[in-house]
């Protein structure tokens, strides 16, 4: 089943995410003003990123890009907020950035899902960042699912076949230095797809004085497909120290200040009965702990158990409740 098939607010490695996203800007809020921005993304049929960028952050000038016309149709029906403008007819991002005039400080999240049209995104994102200025963030979410590069019968030639259809989805001018069958690998494709993003945005400031990227935090999440998320912001290097001294971000445990790999977010399914459980034991118990008090470990195996139950214990005050709900 593919990320984007499963309903949005029934994703929750995502929640999560969009949740620890807007941590960042409530720390950026400390030096620059969030509810001054004007907010650009791709809102998907519920527009669920809008409703909280308005809610948390008091962000009152939003801007919708949709290419797909029924989604587009769809969104305006549930349209939750009336500060959200929608773009006249179907709008790609290349045809955002072809005809937006950059003229307020903005949050601009591309979130991509089609995995074959990378390179046309790695693209948009030099294009994107070539544009913005000093105080300007972006957030870009990437399919990261290295199976989507294809498959063979002889599993021991697999890596082989996809490294060279990675070098055929991506160009030059992009790819990442030194890739290796091993950059192909599951885990290890993420850290790949990221060097080929902070390619494309050292590509797209090339051309520009004054001002550089700094990488906030990288993510990689799955909720059916495998994404990875980075976000940036641009800043005038002379405020840049400025910017830290009032902020603190770098010392935020969740900051990545140089996208050489991202954050693992990847939950256990618990029960509401587990959940209660472990949250009792929180913040200070251990896994091993948590292991023992319930006495068995939640998953099909116990390495991955682990790994899952230690991003929990990290991840556990912005991971969402579900439950039915009558109206």
Known sequence: MSGTSIPYHLRPNK???????????????????????????????????????HNELRISDMVCIEIDENVRLRQQFNKPLSCIDFLEGACSATDFINEYEFDKESIVWFDFVSFKDMNHQLSDISRLVSNLCHGDIFKITLNANSANLGTIDDETKLMEYRLEKFKELVTSDFEPHGLTEESMYSKVFPCTLLKALDRAVAKGMASVENVEVVPICAFVYEDGQKMLTATGIVLDSSKKDEFFAKTHIDMWPYYSGDWEEPKNITLPALSARERLQIEQMLPDGSYKEIRDSLGFYIGSGERSAKEQMENFISYYRSFPWFGKVAL
């Open 15 to 53: 929640a999560v995410e969009r949740g620890l996203f807007i941590q960042s800007l409530r720390k950026i809020n400390k030096c620059l003003n969030i509810s001054d921005y004007r907010y650009i993304g791709f809102g998907g049929p519920f527009m669920e990123d809008f409703k909280a960028l």
